[in-house]
């Protein structure tokens, strides 16, 4: 019924961005937006300091049941392997690339 009536009346707030949290371990998943990765190996330091200035985020909950896009497996490694100047052109392919696949 609160949802109705916020509906009808257009008082919806845009959710915020998650805070920055830690280091994400291996099994974890972080998200930007509707896009998803899953981190399949340790991320290095320099490498997470990057992707949360590109609005990477860890996941706030454990079972998060909303529909979303997932890179491609390797997205991570292409990302760790990427020289720091060409880092944006692989990330603009990444995401790119999960948009072309169907959504999960």
Do not use: Y
């Not at 961005?17 to 991320?43: E, K, N, Y």
């Not at 997470?48 to 991570?76: F, H, I, M, Y």
């Amino acid at each position: 019924m609160k949802d109705l009536f916020r509906t009808l009346l257009s008082i919806r707030q845009k959710r915020r961005s998650p805070p920055v949290g830690p280091l994400p371990p291996v099994g974890a998943t972080i998200i930007r937006g509707q896009v998803r990765m899953a981190i399949t190996q340790p991320v290095p330091r320099e490498l997470w300091d990057w992707l949360v200035l590109s609005g990477w985020r860890n996941l706030p909950v454990k079972k998060d049941r909303r529909q979303g896009l997932t890179v491609p497996e390797g997205a991570l490694q292409e990302l760790i392997d990427a020289d720091p100047q060409e880092r944006n052109r692989a990330h603009t392919r990444i995401l790119e690339q999960a948009r072309a696949l169907p959504p999960n």
